[in-house]
């Protein structure tokens, strides 16, 4: 079976420029998680769905963020303007409803300059 | 609130020797209990889990048990090798509410042949 797929796998984007991440759920899995990892802050939980209902978004660092899920299977995570402090790599997780295992994407690795 | 603690890295070993990484953890409810691996330029994976006390997970001669009395869950294995080189992560997760993960900081390990 196909894992978690995010797209894309790298980027590199000027200050002020939109970036969009795509992240496909594991076939099953309705629970979908994007998380933040950088250098000074590790992991950081930015938003969770289950069902494609966000549960929290208590971790978005700010408006500039935001993050949707259009249909079951496929998420994005957007960024407008983008700064250099988001540079970091984002990682889509999903697990099933009630599962208490969440499986990790690659990652996308944005750089903004 | 739900906190992971993990000792700080790197954990610098020759090939063959023993493994000890101490992550302990702070819970408002009854967690399940995660060690995550990253290799160099990839994603997480799952290494071991638990989900009750006294759980021990195991995989690839990598050991972890869950004990309550101490809130720990530290990570063992008996002789490391070089591809052992790698992040490793222990997390949490409610088994009721929030299933999100909370992660500990992360814990480098070198190994030198």
């Known amino acids: 079976d196909a894992g978690v797929i995010q797209s894309p796998r790298h980027e590199v984007t000027e200050m002020g420029q939109e970036v969009t991440l795509r992240c496909k759920l594991i076939?099953?899995?309705?629970?979908l998680f994007w998380y933040r990892q950088t250098m000074m802050r590790g992991l950081e939980l930015l938003i969770y769905?289950?069902?494609?209902?966000?549960?929290?978004d208590s971790g978005m660092p700010e408006d500039r963020f935001s993050a949707k899920m259009p249909n079951a299977s496929f998420s994005t995570l957007k960024i407008q303007p983008s700064e250099p402090r988001d540079s970091a790599v984002y990682f889509c997780?999903?697990?099933?409803?009630?599962?208490?295992?969440?499986?990790f994407g690659e990652g996308s690795w944005l750089t903004v300059v | 609130g739900n906190s992971v603690t993990q000792m700080e890295g790197p954990v610098t070993l020759s090939e063959e020797a023993f493994l000890t990484i101490n992550c302990t953890y702070t819970a408002t409810g009854y967690p399940s209990l995660f060690w995550y691996v990253q290799y160099p330029g990839e994603g997480l994976q799952l290494l071991l889990k638990a989900t009750k006390a006294d759980d021990k997970g195991s995989n690839k001669g990598f050991e972890a048990t869950y004990r309550k009395e101490t809130t720990s869950f530290h990570l063992e294995k008996g002789s490391v090798q070089v591809s052992d080189s790698a992040v490793y992560f222990c997390a949490l997760s409610l088994n009721t509410g929030r299933r999100a993960l909370t992660f500990g900081s992360g814990t480098r390990l070198q190994v030198q042949p």
């Open positions: 076939s099953g899995h309705n629970s």
């Open positions: 997780a999903s697990s099933p409803l009630g599962g208490n295992t969440i499986y």
């Open positions: 769905f289950n069902n494609n209902v966000p549960i929290d």
